[in-house]
């Protein structure tokens, strides 16, 4: 089992949501973030007066998966969050060691499943 966490822009996520639901992903956490990559923030003039807004509000989603869906959830993500421009995000996958389902007890790929 692996863990997929993705970031990045908000306006991509019905996109994405679309995208990975096409693809059999039954369960999906999504979080609003801020942060900044390489693009450090940008300025911003309000009233006249310049400022920089450093952290920039972002989408975190996190999907436990099956070791063998990991490609198809990268590619569908990917896809569906890709803008060409800076700040489109990033994907991690980290191994999961275990899942339990809090309402039956069930354990790992059980757990993760619809």
Do not use: C, W
Request: proline share 2%.
């Amino acid at each position: 089992m692996k863990l997929v966490t993705a970031v990045f822009k908000p306006s991509r996520l019905d996109a994405v949501l679309d995208s990975v639901s096409e693809i059999g992903v039954s369960g999906i956490t999504v979080s609003e973030v801020r942060g900044y990559g390489r693009q450090h923030g940008k300025t911003e003039v309000y009233r006249g007066a310049e400022y920089e807004v450093r952290l920039l509000p972002k989408v975190k989603i996190e999907i436990a998966v099956a070791t063998d869906m990991v490609e198809k959830v990268i590619d569908s993500v990917s896809a569906a969050a890709n803008t060409n421009k800076i700040g489109d995000g990033k994907i991690f996958v980290v191994d999961l060691e275990t899942a339990v389902r809090i309402r039956t007890g069930e354990r790992d790929a059980a757990a993760i499943g619809s």
